[in-house]
């Protein structure tokens, strides 16, 4: 009985230095998290502007590509015709010779017929001075709209190097992405599809785990069994660098009501993304300013329906790898 009172009183003690250490950390998860939103919101308008930038640059080749085919066509028009108007201009002048040849032969004639053959003579002169006048006019435009068809065709050529250079970078991400994956797959053999899931989508690659792979119901304390799976994940990131890290945790819609340091699920979801992000950071050596622990409580559901297994599935957490989007970003600085 005496032993009984004692263990009553340690536990006591114990629940009450545990609710102090439990408000000063959820104080501290709360600004983390606070924190980590912001950035997560940074990180999503860089993305979506530098998606933005590459479709505008897209839209801005096919404009050019389009005004370059217009040019195109122009000067193959206009070069018809500077040819045509050079065939009658030679014909015109095989004919002014002729004309001549003929005045030097008449000029025995009359008076009337002599001044019928200069007016016909001064009408082909003048005919051949307003061809060749156009013709000039023509050549002229002519070199006027080659230089903007080669000034045209540079720029086209330089943005079209640019839009290469994007999809190049984007691809080389994806697949590093697909590297990535690959990796984590080998690492994890012996835990996918047994609560544990690998996927790639939108360049990104996420790492889901069910509740039961890391966590006792209710708790934040990771498992024997989750923690291995970890560990595995950790030593593929100390080897990928150029990987940001965002550890998500999430809840079903059941309600948590505790008196203790877990009050709610925005508390068991973030101290449970807090406890897989040290777990992580203690097996393997990673740059902690890669990683991000959030909660998202029961507002991310995989599936919304109101049953056991529906809430199974969405209680997990989700590791989601995110190749770094630096050479991109420096790329739509430098345009």
Known sequence: ???FKTGITVLSVYLVLQGCVAHRIHDEVKANLESCKTELAENKKAKIDAETKLNELKEQCAKDQKALDGLKRD????GSNYRNLTQKYDKLDVLNNQLMDRLNKLLVMGEKDNAKLSGDLQMTQE???KKQDELKLLEAKLIIQKKELDELASQLKAREARVNELESILKQ???AAADLKKKLQDALLGFEGKGLTITQKNGKIYVSMDESLLFASGKTNV?????EALKNVAKVLEQNADINVLVEGHTDDVPMNGAGEIKDNWDLSVMRATSVTKIMLTSAKIDSKRITAAGRGEFFPLDSAKTPEARKKNRRTEIILTPKLDELLKVLGDN
């Open 75 to 78: 000067t193959s028009i206009i």
């Open 223 to 227: 498992q024997p069994k989750g923690i």
């Open 1 to 3: 009985m005496r032993i």
């Open 173 to 175: 991400k994806d697949a």
């Open 127 to 129: 005919q051949l001075l």
